[in-house]
């Protein structure tokens, strides 16, 4: 009995101690990222000194090659890039609109194309417009009310909706499907309510789908500001006659060679199993990407950095990846699962940060009810930080292709409310970071990938 008694106290004088260890070696992740961080720095140069980077732009490929050598400079045991064939499409010149409530009589709103529309015709297309809320409204009113007019698809994003990643999911296939869907019933164009919670003069681009419809068959679609939207709201009430002036100049081209950027840190113990961190390297062209997705590239590079400053061996083999074309084609983190399996890689974890840069509110997590389970103790540790919030869901549109029943995926989920103000619009901008919250969320990022490779 003196026995056990001896070996019980022995046995949780070294888990307290395994305990405590723990704990310091997060406070110190958490206290380097916030003295010591370089992901403030990196993204000012990259939203600053690059700037937007559309697929298979110029400034994409500057991002790839700029990423390349920061890794390179960490000292990490293997830094490469991985090909991956991406989308080409171009915005050209400017967008313009206006309403038009008699002849000569106009009032300008802003609008941008979305990505992977057709341009107009050179002289623009003026015609009247029904608006709808829904696809299912527009279907219901059939080609005889929809033929040779602009739709304008006017669901707002549901205020109501505390989550505010789900106001969008609700909300965003009249971006997404719109067009296409306008199209089959003889519509000239689609102008759809900008993605945002906020009213104001910003439109908010984004990738619309046209479903294998032959190019001759497609029509323009456009997204105007929440302003505009109400605006044309409004006068659609007091004259159904008026008409809409859109103008616009993009362009697809063939796809075009792109890469992933990957550096890791080979694992002491397991290298053969991996451990993944990232975000994606393309951005819209509209502002310089600064909360999406320049806040998750610098994150996920700061988690390898601040294993290697403090020289933190990891147990499995811990990388980054860098992915190109998440907005409109999801093509990067399609060829690395794909490469992945052709390796016969297995992945332990993935942890993907795509939702900006604002304070980290916890961790949302893609994996099986006993994985989840399993998970639970480790997050005792972030109860000094405010990271609270850790649920069974998503994870991130980059590592969804590594899903295998295996794989735990995992996003960070800083907080919501702001988020949408920016995406996809020319305000998403590097003044538009805070420092702070940054580096709060690189540190929650690097604390939860020491847990979980030292599990």
Known sequence: MKKLSFFLITFSSFVVAQSKKIEQSIATLYETSLTDGASYDWLDHLSNQIGGRLSGSLNAERAVQWGKEELDQMGLDRVYLQEVMVPKWVRGTFEYANIETSPGNTINVPICALGGSIATPAAGIRAGVVEVQSIDELKSLGREVIQGKIVFFNRPMNPTNIRTFEAYSDAVDQRTQGAAEASKYGAVAAVVRSMSLRLDDFPHTGATQYKGIPLSQRI??????????????????????????????????PDVLSHNVIGEIKGTEKPEEIIVVGGHL?????????????????????????????????????????????????????????????????HYF??????????????????????????????????????????????????????????????????????????????????????????????????????????
């Not at 147990?315 to 399996?341: D, H, I, P, S």
């Not at 995406?423 to 709060?440: G, S, V």
């Open 282 to 346: 393309d951005s819209w062209d509209l502002g310089d990407g600064s909360h999406d997705d320049g806040a998750g590239i610098v994150q996920s590079m700061e988690v390898l950095r601040l294993f290697k400053k403090l020289n933190i061996k990891p147990k499995r083999t811990l990388r980054v990846v860098l992915f190109m074309n998440e907005e409109n084609g999801l093509r990067g983190g399609e060829k690395y699962a794909a490469e992945a399996k052709r390796k016969g890689e297995s």
């Open 350 to 455: 993935a942890l993907e940060s795509d939702s900006g840069g604002f304070t980290p509110r916890g961790f949302s997590f893609d994996c099986s009810n006993e994985q989840f389970q399993n998970l639970l103790p480790l997050f005792s540790y972030f109860e000094p930080y405010p990271v609270k919030e850790f649920t069974q869901g998503g994870s991130g549109a980059d590592i969804g292709p590594l899903k295998d029943g295996k794989v735990i995926l995992a996003g960070l989920r800083p907080d919501s409310q702001r988020y949408f103000d920016y995406h996809h619009a020319a305000n998403d901008t590097f003044d538009a970071i805070n420092k702070r919250e940054l580096e709060l969320g690189a540190a929650a990022m690097a604390a939860l990938v020491f847990l979980i490779d030292q599990r």
């Open 220 to 253: 323009p679609a456009s997204a105007i500001s929440t302003n505009g939207a109400e605006l044309l709201s409004s006068m659609l009430k007091l004259n159904p006659d008026l008409r809409f002036f859109l103008k616009q100049n993009c362009k697809n081209y």
